[in-house]
């Protein structure tokens, strides 16, 4: 699983791009087709920024220890 961060919505965008050339020149040179299905995978990566991040896994463990519900109560 890969997974990163940045500031700005702005770099995650470019972080995105870069990582599906950096994956398309993989493939270029080794003819190898993993890299073609990491390019298709990479809208499941985590890429994002701090924030986003952040209220992503927030959630994730409110779910997980049913705070949710009392968390939003209060």
Do not use: G, P, W
């Amino acid at each position: 699983e890969i997974t990163m961060l940045t500031f700005t919505s702005d770099a995650a965008v470019n972080m995105k791009k870069r990582l599906k050339q950096m994956f398309m020149n993989c493939f270029v040179l080794t003819k190898q087709t993993k890299y073609l299905e990491l390019v298709s995978d990479i809208e499941k990566m985590r890429i994002s920024t701090i924030h986003s991040f952040a209220n992503e896994e927030d959630l994730i463990n409110f779910e997980k220890y049913d705070l949710l519900d009392k968390h939003l109560t209060r």
